[in-house]
């Protein structure tokens, strides 16, 4: 009976056995000479590919991580896909080069790419039907499989799959790419490319990045027993992950440093040495930075998610800052980051319930206008509880309660262009006034205005109005102007983003009935004379560069947060930018300057300054909406112009309260611009300015001061 199974056996195995031959036949004729034995047709099937890919892996263009720095070149964060870290032969120690070859490919150094014998081997063992198959495959054929599931056909899992397949089809091509890299490549070029690219557990990928996850070492401090142990995770990451898998991957290690011994590139001694160490993997690992801006640190999250989305705008895709290899200068000073964010921390802690409190910077220029600094109380992240948020609270339009009277800087700039009033214009401002809406028919009511207080003149200038800030002498003079022109001034002072939103600071959804949902803030506001009362959503950037636009003669350019960016190779990348405009001619700003310089000594925020024993000169304009949902500093100083706003940002918005610290609650008579976000500015500039002489403020032009109509 025993004898009948064997030849049972034995009948089954005999085509089996034949047919892997034959495969193995095909495979190498058809690298050698396709067409002459009778592989053409796979031969031509993947011929076309073939030369291209050969090329592509000589140039070796494998996804990269992106370093974020500020501008002094410090890191911040890093943007990757794959986190690989290239690294050449020579950085790499023998140790790993000879553990790779051992467990991979013994005859490495001899072969040409492909191993006829390899292949033939692993046909009789296929055909055995002994269980289990092999490869055959060289590690230049290896190289080229990672390459192409790695790199080429990444973001296509059908491609991917087609690459794992066991075809003939496949090997044939792989084989004819192996062949051309071993005629054309160096194997030492040949086997740092397969370590660069080949993939280990954790999104890891290279040896490089993988030495750095595992042991917090370089590649070329590799141990015995080190290197073992990565390269025995190539075969099957997932299996041999020391932390999921750990005694899998000791047994695979010390296999790996047994077939060291068996290739003699390590003696016995020297084995039983490293067989007898720990796996020795760092704690809690592997240890591989974050791949988003979320792991930047808490002064720098905001700044790099808005340099990665300008940089989306100039025509960068977010595969290219995930792959490229670029290195991100941008313009963050960390002295002045740094410092802005203790002075909004001390005012409002991170954790604090329902409140934030933004603070961005920005260097007024003619040329460009640098953002030094975006930071929050809040962190850039995913976990409410430590007080982390998602969206980028400092660029977008997400204060949504606005920056309440601050938005009088874009009344008075166009009412000075229009030549309505200069700015020692004496202005109506008898609180308690009604006025008609632009547009309004019969039945639309009127528009009344109470003066917070009783101790303004009527009339008051523009100048005082601007320090005092009385919301009837503004709404007056908002609908003298028009407004389409305080519309306007405000898009061109700086509001480009913000007036695009609706008025919950969302992008327009003209599906809705509802006005506010449906149109941006540049429409819905055009029959609304509360606008310059400031309760509408704003970017808190935005905001700082109306100042920086002011600070620079009148003109306006965007919030720029690049210095330069160069490529894997150091090369400069140009960085497209939208070109600065002369929005309004130098006087006039100048003028609306000298016109924001007294809200620091005799207006909304001279208590605070004087609290901080504050004497720098300046320009300032507070902002508070009508229950204190929202309270807004925005100003300039020296060569920074800056705002700072602290709003409700939960999902219960009461009206903040001033205190130690800042906070929600129905506290009567709530927070104001100038007692809750002016505060921050004085704490951290005064810091940032010691030991600095003053910056003078320009002069007022004559030809502002008047009404000219």
């Known amino acids: ?342 002075a909004v921390d001390a005012n409002v802690p991170p954790t604090q319930n329902g409140v934030a409190n933004t603070f961005a910077v920005i260097r007024p220029g003619n040329t460009t206008h640098e953002v030094l600094a975006m930071v929050a109380n809040r962190d850039y992240g995913t976990d409410p509880a430590k007080g982390e948020t998602s969206t980028n609270i400092v660029a977008n339009a997400s204060n949504v309660f606005g920056a309440g009277s601050s938005f009088k800087i874009f009344t008075s700039a166009a009412a000075m262009e229009a030549g309505v009033a200069g700015l020692d214009t004496p202005l109506p401002n008898q609180s308690g006034q009604c006025f008609t809406q632009p547009g309004a028919n019969q039945y639309t009511p009127q528009y009344c205005v109470q003066n917070d207080g009783t101790s303004y003149p009527d009339p008051i200038s523009l100048r005082d109005g601007l320090a005092t800030s009385p919301n009837v002498a503004f709404v007056g003079l908002e609908q003298k102007v028009g407004m389409p022109a305080v519309l306007d001034m405000a898009r061109r002072l700086g509001l480009r983003n913000s007036l695009n939103t609706n008025d919950a600071g969302a992008k327009p959804d003209p599906t809705s009935k509802d006005t506010r949902y449906s149109e941006p803030q540049s429409q819905y506001f055009q029959d609304k004379l509360s606008f310059t009362l400031g309760n509408s959503p704003v970017s808190p950037l935005e905001m700082a560069n109306v100042s920086a636009t002011l600070m620079s003669g009148g003109v306006w350019c965007p919030p720029n947060p690049i210095l330069s960016v160069t490529d894997r190779d150091g090369k400069d990348v140009p960085v497209r930018q939208q070109a600065c405009e002369q929005v309004v001619p130098a006087g006039l700003a100048n003028t609306l300057e000298a016109g924001l310089s007294q809200d620091t000594i005799s207006g909304t925020s001279a208590a605070a300054a004087r609290a901080a024993d504050w004497h720098h000169p300046d320009i300032g304009k507070t902002g508070t909406t009508q229950f204190s949902e929202s309270v807004a500093f925005v100003g300039g100083v020296d060569d920074y112009a800056l705002s700072s706003m602290v709003f409700a940002d939960g999902p219960h918005p009461q009206e903040i309260c001033p205190g130690t610290p800042v906070h929600l609650g129905e506290c009567g008579h709530g927070a104001f611009g100038g007692t809750v976000a002016a505060p921050p500015y004085f704490h951290a500039f005064s810091q940032l300015l010691a030991g600095k002489p003053d910056v003078p403020l320009p002069a007022a032009d004559p030809a502002y001061l008047t009404a000219r109509r």
Not at 133 to 146: A, D
Not at 192 to 203: D, K, M, W
Not at 246 to 272: F, G, H, S, Y
């Open 1 to 342: 009976m025993g004898t009948n199974l064997a030849r049972v056996q034995l009948s089954r195995n005999v085509p089996r056995f034949l047919g892997s031959c034959a495969v193995a036949g095909v495979l190498v004729a058809g690298v050698a000479a396709p067409v002459a034995m009778g592989a053409g047709v796979l031969s031509n099937e993947v011929s076309d590919s073939v030369d291209g890919i050969s090329s592509s892996l000589a140039t070796s263009r494998q996804p990269l991580v992106t370093t974020v720095t500020d501008r002094d070149g410090n890191p911040i964060a890093t943007l990757f896909d794959q986190y690989r870290l290239p690294v050449t032969y020579d950085q790499i120690a023998p140790t790993m080069t000879a553990a790779i070859v051992a467990v991979e490919d013994r005859r490495f150094w001899s072969e040409g790419g492909v191993d006829p014998k390899g292949m033939v081997r692993a046909a009789l063992h296929d055909s055995s039907g002994s269980g289990g198959t092999q490869g055959g495959s060289t590690i230049t054929q290896q190289y080229v499989k990672n390459y192409l599931i790695n790199v080429v056909d990444r973001g296509d899992k059908a491609a991917q799959y087609a690459d794992r397949a066991d075809t003939i089809a496949r090997k044939l091509r792989e084989a004819k790419i192996a062949v051309q890299l071993g005629q054309t490549e160096s194997k030492q070029d040949i086997l740092s490319g397969y370590l660069n690219v080949v993939e280990f557990s954790g999104n890891i990928y290279g040896v490089r990045a993988a030495a750095q996850a595992y042991f917090h070492t370089t590649p070329d401090k590799l141990t015995v027993a080190q290197a073992a142990l990565l390269a025995g995770m190539v075969n099957n990451p997932n299996l041999y992950n020391p932390y999921t898998h750990p005694q899998q991957a000791l047994d695979r290690r010390n296999t790996v440093i047994d077939d060291m011994v068996t290739n003699r590139v390590l003696a016995e001694k020297d084995a039983e040495t490293a067989k007898a160490s720990p796996l020795g993997v760092v704690d809690g690992g592997p240890d591989i930075p974050s791949s988003t801006c979320m792991g930047a640190p808490d002064d720098a999250g905001f700044f790099c998610a808005y340099a990665e989305s300008y940089l989306e705008q100039a025509g960068f895709t977010a595969d290219d800052l995930e792959t490229g290899g670029y290195t991100i200068r941008t313009t963050m000073d960390p002295v002045v980051s740094r410092t802005v964010k203790d």
